[in-house]
């Protein structure tokens, strides 16, 4: 993320800003940076230089006030040993100002590294480390400049006049002091509301320039460059992540079950597998599996097939149109075979108010492996098509 | 100069100031009622008329329309007569807008308790209470801009620019958006549908925020605060500034309670960087507010008045901070359809909008009765009390919003989503009751607040006529000097009025007139057809018992959505529903493909009595629809009006949509007697299955179509 150097602050921030707005929408921006929003540690480390440089703009424009003021001139008159002049100030400050710019337009070049910290690599952590140090410098140099330009006046003589006291709320604010206030009172009068004319605060006004300008980058980040993903385009990303992610834990995890090798379980296994049919097929199937506007799962009738591969298979995917609905999103497969090890330990029991039987006998010696797996790929056909019509209706 | 006499009416303040403690009241029980009814499902008393669906548009309707309404009326009539150093321009019309504001409150509580509503938020009142509203608003503009005509004082306080705002938007808003076309007396359909009415309706909801419950009070705060603090406002040209962008960028930002929905891009992202750009403008206002009490803040420590004026502005502040952040996309997609936006609004509501009111009464009613208030002790006790229930609604609403929205995101290692729907329903309760104990103490407090003023009223001394006197206006104005520029605009009223109503008539219209005439916002889906008559009966009962207050039909594009609940939504999917139903709260599940999922005699049994299906449910029974019927003949009107608002049925429909009707039920019956519940398909509940097993399906009939060819 090349960038010319800036000559002033405000363009500064506009360079922070824009990648902030970019990570903002959950997406890399075109040379992609191994840190992103989904990084605790990028965020707080960001957040801070950003929270860090609103402190300097406000902090700045409050001592270009104060240096602005008849106050300070007049008091930099009579201490002319701390600072000469305001040229003086100004060039300190453009200097810090300077400094910080190179180490900001820095932050996105970041080499691909092996050491990590809070899983960021060495690079970006030193060098958002750095801006940060950085930030609090100036701050700090900013906190003696107004804390040195609005102390009291410690002089011994007396004064005719009350010394003049700043709260740092009245200098941000660039307020007209509350003794001074009779000099910006307008001359309208409401019911007795008298209103004075004290400017906009600073930090309000810069603030307000700066939403504008987001504005106008955001809009041109989504609607004129097209840099920025709109919401399919971000879905499609977010699902296709969501798909290799759970391939590679597959590869690693034991509990890698389907219909074509789901085996009955026992002990353990089965106390989960009622809890989990308590807490979801009890509605429907009854709590003992008797059958209410499900059917009965203790006979020996099935619409769908009672071998274990088919009730897995009914489980998974379910019979839409029968009112069944599919469980793949709700159940990991190890929990599907749990409940199908569960309801085949029913078989026979004979619950009392058992519905009447539906479907077909079923009888094992009937169910080979491949009569159980002929009709899966029949399943699994609308939903390809399906896959289909998605992708159809995205264009 | 002829110093002219004349008198202030109070009298109309008073009644104002009296029907906004009553109303105030009223709407916070009604709130606790609903809140209560999230954890005690009991609370709903299986009754219609206290149902939540039902009590929930209640509470809205008197708490923004009732009791802040009033507030309204009674802090502008109150202010309006002094600034302009004039009495109300007639008495006739202030009785007239009083008497009629009651009356469309009181019509609007028993039609909405009846379920007659338009199903849109926030505008839930039918038609013709709609055309009493704005018969009443028009008799209120006629006597603020009589009263302002006949002034004596030059030039218009910022106090009533903002009432001026006030009443061109809020007018523009309701009229727009209540657009609709009648049935009978008590039934309408939007004119708009789907993602069209979705914007309209978000347009109007988002702005009624901003100008019934922002732009008012602020013009309140601009004479009370100053009144009360006894100091002068901090900055003219701040008031200027702020008074002008408000207006202008509010209207744009309504698609930001649309977001990841399926209108289109462009006009999520104006929502989202007008929002963003809102910020200044709005804590304009408070800073004006904060900053003309400095020195002063001594008086904030001893004066109830002063520290609920200082809160309410301080919540201002916060929410219009918050707002801003909610409208970035990605907080809206963890915080929207939570109970964020309810602690976010109630902010708003009890803060801001219930603290102002309470300072303003607390300060008026002495002043009207010539007496010191009955107990300063009792109205310190208020201020904490009311604190206090805010801070214990607020915090438990954030918290558990985002941890009911992380729970809906979350997905296991394998894939799967991580928590059933039911689950993260459990998690609330806690939140839900110690939110109801924190309403509780806000309504304790407010009935103190009541009682203190009664004894005030009781011991005080009402002076209807208050004298005042004041030079009339010359004719001509001759200016002295140099003056702000914008003085020109603040002794030109009529002028002001039409500047402010183009101001904000700009960003509506960009924003609607491409949705409307550019196909391309809404791609049409050939598969996606009108409802059957029955469905279409099934919907309005639907919308008659204000499901979409706990249930959204917006299915949004992320992998957490579409795996509980299907495909995202599609704008084409929405072009015959009128009104839309995407709801922006969901306390129960998303019903946009609900569809199919479960068989007939399972919305049977659960309407009946949700917990039988899901176990731990909050939903309310409904047993009333299993005894009614629907009523057929209004089928015919029905139909006869979709096809007026442009939906295809075919030539001649409304004459077989009867038979039709007959056969759809007596399916559905028959569907229903196989599992073994008994219905006669006459009834409601057929109707409402009939709807439900409808939504969201048309998409997938396209899967099923293709793999046949």
Redesign the interface.
């Known amino acids: 993320m090349k960038q010319r150097i800036h000559k002033n602050m405000f363009l500064m921030v506009c360079a922070l800003v824009l990648p902030m707005l970019m990570f903002a929408q959950n997406q890399t921006p075109e040379k992609a940076i191994s840190s992103d929003f989904s990084n605790t540690m990028y965020v707080v480390l960001v957040t801070s230089i950003f929270l860090l440089l609103l402190v300097i703009i406000m902090m700045g424009l409050a001592l270009k006030n104060i240096i602005g003021s008849d106050f300070v001139t007049t008091k930099l008159k009579k201490n002319a040993n701390t600072l000469k002049n305001n040229e003086g100030v100004k060039s300190n400050f453009m200097l810090l100002a300077a400094a910080a710019t190179p180490a900001a337009t820095d932050a996105g070049v970041v080499e691909v590294n092996d050491w990590l910290i809070g899983g960021l690599d060495m690079t970006t952590f030193f060098i958002l480390i750095t801006i940060i140090i950085f930030e609090v410098a100036i701050i700090a140099i900013f906190f003696r400049l107004i804390m040195h330009f609005t102390a009291k006046e410690k002089v011994a003589a007396p004064i005719v006049n009350k010394p003049k006291e700043k709260t740092i709320f009245d200098v941000l604010n660039a307020s007209v002091d509350i003794e001074d206030e009779h000099d910006i009172m307008l001359d309208h009068e409401y019911d007795g509301i008298r209103e004075l004319d004290n400017s906009l605060p600073p930090w309000w006004k810069y603030g307000f320039y700066l939403t504008i300008v987001v504005a106008v980058v955001y809009l041109a980040n989504f609607h004129i460059f097209k840099t920025g993903d709109l919401q399919v385009a971000e879905y499609n990303k977010e699902v296709a992540q969501a798909k290799i992610d759970i391939a590679e834990y597959m590869k690693t995890a034991a509990n890698n079950v389907d219909e074509t090798n789901v085996k009955l379980l026992t002990g353990a296994d089965l106390v989960t597998g009622k809890e989990l049919f308590v807490a979801n097929c009890a509605a429907c199937h009854g709590a003992a599996g008797e059958g209410k506007v499900g059917p009965n799962l203790t006979d020996r009738y099935w619409l769908h097939g009672g071998g274990l591969a088919d009730v897995f298979k009914s489980i998974k995917y379910g019979w839409v149109e029968k009112g069944m609905k599919p469980w793949q999103e709700d159940f990991s497969p190890n929990q599907i075979a749990q409940l199908t090890s569960f309801i085949y330990s029913l078989k026979g029991t004979n619950p009392p108010g058992a519905k009447e039987a539906q479907g077909d006998l079923y009888t094992e010696a009937g169910a080979s492996a491949s009569d159980s797996l002929a009709p899966k790929t029949d399943s699994l056909a609308p939903k390809i098509d399906s896959l289909k019509t998605k992708q159809d209706s995205v264009k | 100069m002829e110093l002219q006499k004349f008198q202030y009416d109070n009298k109309i303040v008073k009644w104002f100031a009296y029907a906004t403690m009553l109303w105030g009241i009223v709407g916070m029980v009604a709130g606790l009622l609903a809140a209560i009814q999230l954890f005690l499902p009991a609370a709903n008393l299986d009754l219609p008329y206290t149902s939540f669906g039902r009590v929930r548009p209640v509470h809205t309707n008197a708490v923004i329309f009732a009791f802040v309404g009033n507030g309204i009326f009674m802090g502008v009539y109150y202010?309006l007569q002094?600034?302009l150093?004039a009495r109300m321009f007639s008495d006739m019309l202030s009785k007239i807008h009083f008497w009629g504001w009651q009356l469309i409150i009181v019509l609007a509580a028993i039609s909405l308790l009846l379920g007659k509503t338009t199903g849109k938020e926030y505008a839930e009142l039918e038609w013709p209470i709609d055309i009493l509203i704005t018969l009443v608003w028009v008799v209120f503009g006629w006597n603020m801009f009589g009263t302002i005509l006949k002034r004596r004082?030059r030039?218009l306080?910022?106090a009533i620019w903002f009432y001026i705002g006030t009443f061109v938007t809020v007018a523009m808003l309701h009229i727009v958006n209540s657009i609709e076309i009648p049935v009978s007396f008590w039934k309408s359909y939007s004119w708009y549908a789907g993602v069209q009415d979705a914007l309209v309706q978000w347009w109007y909801g988002h702005n009624a925020v901003a100008f019934f419950l922002t732009t008012p009070y602020l013009g309140l705060m601009y004479?009370f605060l100053?009144?009360a603090a006894n100091r002068?406002?901090?900055?003219?040209?701040?008031?200027v500034?702020h008074f002008w962008?408000l207006i202008f960028i509010y209207i744009w930002a309504g698609p930001h309670h649309l977001l990841?929905t399926a209108v289109p891009?462009?006009a999520?992202?104006?929502g989202?960087?007008?929002s963003?750009?809102l910020?200044?403008?709005s804590?304009?206002g408070m800073?004006n507010g904060l900053?003309t009490l400095?020195?002063a803040w001594d008086k904030v420590r001893e004066d109830a008045v002063l520290k609920f004026l200082v809160v309410a502005v301080t919540a201002y502040g916060m929410a219009t901070f918050e707002g801003p952040m909610l409208s970035?996309?990605?907080v809206s997609a963890i915080s929207h359809y939570t109970d964020w936006i309810v602690a976010h609004v109630h902010v708003g509501a009890l803060g801001w909008n219930g603290f102002m009111t309470f300072g303003i009464l607390y300060w008026l009613i002495p002043k009207l009765f010539r007496t010191e208030l009955y107990s300063k002790r009792m109205a310190n006790w208020h201020f904490w009390i009311g604190t206090l229930g805010i801070v214990l609604y607020a915090i438990p609403m954030y918290w558990s919003g985002i941890m009911q929205s992380l729970m809906w995101k979350d997905?296991?290692?394998?894939?799967?989503?991580k928590w059933?729907f039911m689950d993260t329903v459990n998690v609330m309760i806690p939140f839900y009751i110690t939110r109801a104990i924190g309403g509780a103490l806000f309504l304790t407090g407010a009935i103190m607040m009541v009682y203190n003023l009664i004894k005030t009223i009781k011991i005080g001394n009402f002076l209807a006529n208050e004298d005042a006197e004041a030079p009339a206006l010359e004719k001509t104005f001759a200016k002295h000097g140099k003056e702000h520029w914008h003085r020109i605009i603040e002794r030109k009223p009529v002028q002001m009025m039409i500047v402010s109503l183009v101001v904000v008539m700009i960003g509506g219209i960009i924003e609607f007139v491409p949705t409307f005439l550019v196909k391309s916002n809404i791609p049409t889906?050939a598969q996606v057809k009108p409802y059957t008559p029955l469905e279409l009966q099934g919907r309005d009962i639907y919308i008659r018992e204000g499901c979409y207050t706990c249930h959204s039909q917006m299915i949004?594009?992320?992998?957490s959505e579409?795996?509980?609940y299907g495909?995202?939504s599609?704008a084409g999917e929405f072009v015959y529903d009128h009104p839309f139903q995407w709801g922006s709260k969901r306390t129960g599940p998303d019903l946009a493909r609900i569809g199919?999922?479960?068989?007939?005699?399972?919305h049977y049994?659960h309407m009946l009595d949700p917990t039988?299906?899901?176990?731990g449910s909050i939903m309310p029974a409904y047993p009333w629809l299993f005894d009614d019927q629907v009523d057929v003949s209004s089928t015919v009107a029905k139909i006869k009006a979709m096809k007026r608002l442009g939906v295809p049925y075919p030539e001649g429909y409304e004459k077989i949509a009867a038979s039709e009707m007959e056969k759809q039920a007596k399916g559905i019956a028959a569907n229903l007697e196989k599992?073994g519940m008994k219905t006669k398909s006459d009834r409601e509940i057929v109707a409402l299955i009939a709807y439900l097993q409808r939504m969201g399906t048309d998409?997938?009939k396209?899967?099923?179509d293709?793999?046949k060819k």
Request: charged content about 20%.
């Open positions: 202010s002094r600034l150093k004082e030039h306080y910022v004479y100053p009144k002068p406002v901090y900055s003219y040209r701040l008031s500034i962008s990841y891009d462009w999520q992202s104006l989202v960087v007008f963003v750009m910020i200044a403008p804590w304009g800073i900053l400095r020195g970035l996309k990605s997905f296991t290692p394998e894939g799967q989503l059933q889906i949004r594009p992320f992998r579409t795996s509980r495909e995202y599609k199919g999922k479960y068989p007939d005699s399972w049994s039988s299906m899901s176990p599992d998409i997938k396209t899967a099923t293709t793999t």
